[in-house]
């Protein structure tokens, strides 16, 4: 009991009773007036809301491709907190959320259906379930407070709340209105953005109350609301169905558009009296219980015509027409998502003309960027989340890459393969290519990255490698890039053979990057003998100078005076294919680099300058694989010199690369077998 105690007073010490009254917080109308005066941005219309709440977070500036580019930090830093962060599509993000913002400021598309249209796996939903989180927790918060407003029951017991959760504004009859909002826009003691302004009128329910409790106060509208209204901290929640509305379709037969606008309560009637009495009507349908906030379509273009018509009018008019009443108004975002053969039959159906008259849609593609895809994994597949099992270096990047280059398409130009183009949209430069030329491939493929594999195949392809392998602790770039082959034969979405031998080539254009990405690290592993690497700097740097300078160097085991070494400066140099005709330029270039350092007083360091450090780590790698004969692991006998020197290559692969003990085994006996069959490029 003492220790349930001390842990129940830890919690305890965590309470703040203080939010709590906050966000419970009741009133007079003429509170509430007060709170407008204060806070203006309660009265905000759905839209205006939704806008403010992603800026709410922040936004940063970023260049991509020499276009300016705004990131929303509501899709990256909020979302993180869900495991719901959005990478790659800051583009089509922008896109949206200038809807929202054209919306907000009145400009027309707050009368449009938004429509997220994209590939299977895009992160369409991520998207509408981000926004749908946002506004509830922005409604806690002080800046994205909003009210509404509860009646009193006829025989005191308590108080029966606005099943719409209206504005409390909607209260002030329609004369009386152009005044209050002089007075209120006049007075308002905080700068604000929008006008405040009082749209739409009461539901059903509340049209009845309101008219019934006049007549109770012979007209005088001010005692009505004094004595029988009550103001209330809203707060939204889709779980409680305040604000926040998801609509799924279901089988077409039994689709019943009263799940969107409500219906009678049956049971009612016989206290009523009667099936047109709002009392005895349930306001619960999603775009009812979604007024003040958000409702989500999940395959909007599935639903029944029926339900599309309801659409029509909830987006232009902002109405919705409840079995038995009048035109109701409502003020909400409708979001909806579809993927791409449902949006095909919209367009070739005549019949729904108005209903694309009223959308808005916005592409939604697969990541295109090699490392943004990277992240999509790492959020799920990481040393915290996978335990007791380690994941080798590159077996995410080479699933990602694979999934990126299905979704390209071949490039025009001649000299470009569809590696190098996606290496290109990765930020790598390559020779004869500049950003320009990127920005023109790019529009070449407008439709890019609206097909290919989803993210979804590779992750179940990922976690099918790291549980059916349980004897091993690790798992590495093969065994993820089989299961995806294995699995292409059965996917789903391959349409057709061509389709399906492509999506096969790809794998194999992987397999073989991954094994110059082995080589070139096991390589750079042997020749990370830092002492070795700047005795050959040193000496590479004075025959340099001596070269430039028209100078001899001096041996110095025999002290004499010698002609520079140009077979040891040419060996170095075609490491990185310096040409015979530019090694002047390159010579002088990296003597006036030493200088310019010199005048600042900074000494030369061979790992400042990328090019040369991979070409000294290269002639290195060249001068030193023979002495350590990686060919012979793969034979039974390893001398112990040679193994001395394996084991130091190997703690480097740990320690540099993100290797443990057996996955770095694993590469130096891959690459070994590579020099043993000879098939090591220069």
Same mark, same amino acid.
């Given at each position: 009991?003492?220790?349930?105690?001390?842990?129940?007073?830890?919690?305890?010490?965590?309470?703040?009773?203080?939010?709590?009254?906050?966000?419970?917080?009741?009133?007079?109308?003429?509170?509430?007036?007060?709170?407008?005066?204060?806070?203006?941005?309660?009265?905000?219309?759905?839209?205006?809301?939704?806008?403010?709440?992603?800026?709410?977070?922040?936004?940063?500036?970023?260049?991509?491709?020499?276009?300016?580019?705004?990131?929303?930090? @509501?899709?990256?830093?909020?979302?993180?907190?869900?495991?719901?962060?959005?990478?790659?599509?800051?583009?089509?993000?922008?896109?949206?959320?200038?809807? @929202?913002?054209?919306?907000?400021?009145? @400009?027309?598309?707050?009368?449009?259906?938004?429509?997220?249209?994209?590939?299977?796996?895009?992160?369409?939903?991520?998207?509408?379930?981000?926004?749908?989180?946002?506004?509830?927790?922005? %409604?806690?918060?002080?800046?994205?407070?909003?009210?509404?407003?509860?009646?009193?029951?006829?025989?005191?017991?308590?108080w029966t709340k606005d099943p719409m959760h209206?504005?409390?504004?909607?209260?002030?009859?329609?004369?009386?209105?152009?005044?209050?909002?002089?007075?209120?826009?006049?007075?308002?003691?905080?700068?604000?953005?929008?006008?405040?302004?009082?749209?739409?009128?009461?539901?059903? +329910?509340?049209?009845?109350? @309101?008219?019934?409790?006049?007549?109770?106060?012979?007209?005088?509208?001010?005692?009505?609301?004094?004595?029988?209204?009550?103001?209330?901290?809203?707060?939204?929640?889709?779980?409680?169905?305040?604000?926040?509305?998801?609509?799924?379709?279901?089988?077409?037969?039994?689709?019943?558009?009263?799940?969107?606008?409500?219906?009678?309560?049956?049971?009612?009637?016989?206290?009523?009296?009667?099936?047109?009495?709002?009392?005895?009507?349930?306001f619960d349908g999603e775009l009812n219980i979604?007024?003040?906030?958000?409702?989500?379509?999940?395959?909007?273009?599935?639903?029944?015509?029926?339900?599309? +018509?309801?659409?029509?009018?909830?987006?232009?008019?902002?109405?919705?027409?409840?079995?038995?009443?009048?035109?109701?108004?409502?003020?909400?975002?409708?979001?909806?998502?579809?993927?791409?053969?449902?949006?095909?039959?919209?367009?070739?159906?005549?019949?729904?003309?108005?209903?694309?008259?009223?959308?808005?849609?916005?592409? /939604?593609?697969?990541?295109?960027?090699?490392?943004?895809? /990277?992240?999509? +994994?790492?959020?799920?597949?990481?040393?915290?989340?996978?335990?007791?099992?380690?994941?080798?270096?590159?077996?995410?990047?080479?699933?990602?890459?694979?999934?990126?280059?299905?979704?390209?398409?071949?490039?025009?130009?001649?000299?470009?393969?569809?590696?190098?183009?996606?290496?290109?949209?990765?930020?790598?430069?390559?020779?004869?290519?500049?950003?320009?030329?990127?920005?023109?491939?790019?529009?070449?493929?407008?439709?890019?990255?609206?097909?290919?594999?989803?993210?979804?195949?590779?992750?179940?392809?990922?976690?099918?490698?790291?549980?059916?392998?349980?004897?091993?602790?690790?798992?590495?770039?093969?065994?993820?890039?089989?299961?995806?082959?294995?699995?292409?034969?059965?996917?789903?979405?391959?349409?057709? !053979?061509?389709?399906?031998?492509?999506?096969?080539e790809l794998l194999a254009v992987v397999r073989?990057?991954?094994?110059?990405?082995?080589?070139?690290?096991?390589?750079?592993?042997?020749?990370?003998?830092?002492?070795?690497?700047?005795?050959?700097?040193?000496?590479?740097?004075?025959?340099?100078?001596?070269?430039?300078?028209?100078?001899?160097?001096?041996?110095?085991?025999?002290?004499?005076?010698?002609?520079?070494?140009?077979?040891?400066?040419?060996?170095?140099?075609?490491? /990185?294919? /310096?040409?015979?005709?530019?090694?002047?330029?390159?010579?002088? !270039?990296?003597?006036?680099?030493?200088?310019?350092?010199?005048?600042?007083?900074?000494?030369?360091?061979?790992?400042?300058?990328?090019?040369?450090?991979?070409?000294?780590?290269?002639?290195?790698?060249?001068?030193?694989?023979?002495?350590?004969?990686?060919?012979?692991?793969? %034979?039974?006998?390893?001398?112990?010199?040679?193994?001395?020197?394996?084991?130091?290559?190997?703690?480097?692969?740990?320690?540099?690369?993100?290797?443990?003990?057996?996955?770095?085994?694993?590469?130096?006996? +891959?690459?070994?077998?590579?020099?043993?069959?000879?098939?090591?490029?220069?």
């Open positions: 009991m003492a220790q349930a105690n001390v842990i129940l007073d830890k919690l305890r010490a965590q309470l703040n009773t203080s939010d709590y009254r906050k966000l419970h917080w009741e009133g007079s109308f003429a509170d509430y007036l007060n709170i407008v005066l204060e806070h203006p941005g309660v009265t905000r219309t759905a839209y205006q809301r939704l806008y403010d709440m992603i800026l709410h977070h922040g936004i940063e500036e970023v260049y991509e491709n020499k276009d300016k580019i705004i990131r929303y930090k @509501f899709f990256t830093e909020f979302a993180h907190k869900y495991g719901d962060a959005i990478y790659g599509l800051d583009r089509p993000l922008m896109q949206l959320v200038n809807v @929202f913002k054209s919306a907000a400021l009145g @400009f027309g598309t707050e009368r449009r259906v938004i429509l997220l249209h994209g590939p299977v796996g895009s992160a369409k939903s991520t998207i509408a379930r981000l926004l749908k989180r946002g506004l509830e927790e922005y %409604s806690r918060t002080d800046e994205g407070q909003l009210y509404s407003f509860a009646w009193r029951n006829p025989d005191g017991s308590g209206g504005e409390p504004l909607q209260l002030v009859p329609e004369e009386f209105r152009p005044a209050l909002l002089a007075e209120l826009n006049a007075k308002c003691r905080k700068p604000y953005p929008y006008e405040i302004q009082i749209k739409g009128d009461l539901c059903p +329910y509340s049209r009845y109350e @309101f008219r019934q409790r006049l007549q109770k106060y012979d007209g005088d509208w001010l005692k009505m609301l004094e004595h029988e209204v009550k103001i209330y901290r809203l707060v939204l929640s889709e779980k409680d169905r305040i604000g926040i509305g998801t609509f799924q379709p279901k089988d077409e037969k039994n689709q019943d558009s009263t799940e969107l606008t409500g219906d009678i309560n049956y049971r009612k009637i016989a206290e009523y009296g009667s099936d047109s009495d709002p009392r005895a009507f349930n979604a007024n003040r906030g958000i409702v989500e379509f999940i395959e909007i273009l599935k639903l029944d015509v029926a339900f599309l +018509y309801d659409l029509l009018g909830a987006s232009q008019e902002h109405k919705i027409k409840p079995k038995k009443f009048a035109q109701t108004d409502i003020d909400e975002v409708i979001l909806g998502h579809t993927n791409e053969p449902e949006y095909r039959r919209l367009q070739n159906n005549e019949f729904m003309e108005a209903l694309r008259d009223r959308t808005v849609k916005i592409d /939604i593609p697969y990541v295109t960027r090699l490392s943004d895809e /990277i992240k999509i +994994y790492e959020k799920d597949f990481n040393p915290e989340k996978v335990k007791g099992k380690h994941i080798a270096p590159h077996t995410i990047e080479v699933a990602a890459m694979w999934a990126v280059l299905t979704r390209l398409t071949p490039p025009k130009h001649a000299n470009l393969t569809l590696l190098q183009k996606m290496k290109l949209y990765n930020g790598k430069t390559l020779p004869g290519f500049t950003e320009d030329n990127v920005i023109e491939l790019k529009k070449e493929s407008p439709n890019e990255g609206m097909s290919g594999i989803s993210p979804r195949y590779i992750q179940d392809k990922i976690s099918n490698a790291l549980v059916s392998h349980p004897d091993e602790d690790n798992i590495n770039p093969f065994m993820v890039l089989n299961e995806l082959e294995a699995g292409l034969r059965h996917h789903s979405l391959i349409k057709s !053979e061509e389709q399906y031998r492509h999506y096969k073989e990057e991954y094994e110059d990405i082995l080589k070139n690290e096991v390589q750079r592993a042997i020749a990370a003998d830092e002492e070795a690497l700047a005795r050959l700097c040193a000496n590479y740097i004075d025959n340099v100078k001596a070269y430039t300078l028209r100078e001899k160097v001096r041996n110095k085991y025999t002290g004499a005076l010698e002609e520079p070494d140009e077979r040891l400066m040419r060996s170095i140099e075609e490491k /990185i294919d /310096i040409p015979e005709g530019r090694k002047d330029d390159f010579r002088r !270039e990296i003597m006036n680099y030493i200088g310019a350092l010199a005048i600042d007083g900074k000494k030369f360091d061979y790992r400042t300058n990328e090019r040369l450090q991979k070409a000294l780590e290269l002639k290195l790698f060249e001068d030193q694989k023979d002495t350590i004969k990686l060919s012979t692991l793969v %034979s039974s006998v390893v001398d112990k010199a040679t193994q001395e020197k394996i084991d130091v290559v190997k703690s480097r692969l740990i320690r540099n690369y993100g290797y443990n003990e057996s996955s770095a085994t694993d590469v130096l006996n +891959y690459v070994a077998s590579i020099f043993a069959r000879g098939q090591s490029k220069k």
